[in-house]
């Protein structure tokens, strides 16, 4: 069973840098050909993508953190990576990695991280 490990997460101060980890820990599992994200959840609301990357490493960002977060990956890690430099307070949430694969006759695999708080607070 493949696992995503997120890291990183806890009580930043608006402005102060963070930088989410989410590792996939199984030996076998090819993480270079999975597409990765990143999903948030804040209290009373749905959970959204805040940004993806690619397998070839084309990225897309929510309109609410476009210019301010990086999303990247490193296959030789099995690590996909978040960061700011500038959180603000509606930044809060539960930030959730996700895998996401479709093979060639189009079945599709998902695989989630267990979620990891993000609080912006001064």
């Known amino acids: 069973q493949v696992q995503l490990v997120e890291s990183g997460g806890g009580l930043v101060q608006p402005g102060e840098s963070l930088r989410l980890s989410c590792e996939a820990t199984?030996?076998?599992?090819?993480?270079?050909?999975?597409?990765m994200a990143w999903y948030r959840q804040a209290p009373g609301k749905q959970r959204e993508l805040v940004a993806s990357?690619?397998?070839?490493?084309?990225?897309n960002y929510a309109d609410s953190v476009k210019g301010r977060f990086t999303i990247s990956r490193d296959n030789s890690k099995n690590t996909v990576y978040l960061q700011t430099t500038s959180p603000k307070a509606e930044d809060t949430a539960v930030y959730y990695c996700?895998?996401?694969?479709?093979?060639?006759?189009?079945?599709?695999?998902?695989?989630w991280g267990q979620g990891t708080q993000v609080t912006v607070s001064s």
């Open positions: 996700n895998a996401r694969r479709t093979d060639i006759v189009g079945t599709t695999t998902i695989y």
């Open positions: 199984r030996s076998i599992f090819s993480f270079r050909v999975y597409n």
């Open positions: 990357i690619s397998t070839g490493g084309d990225t």
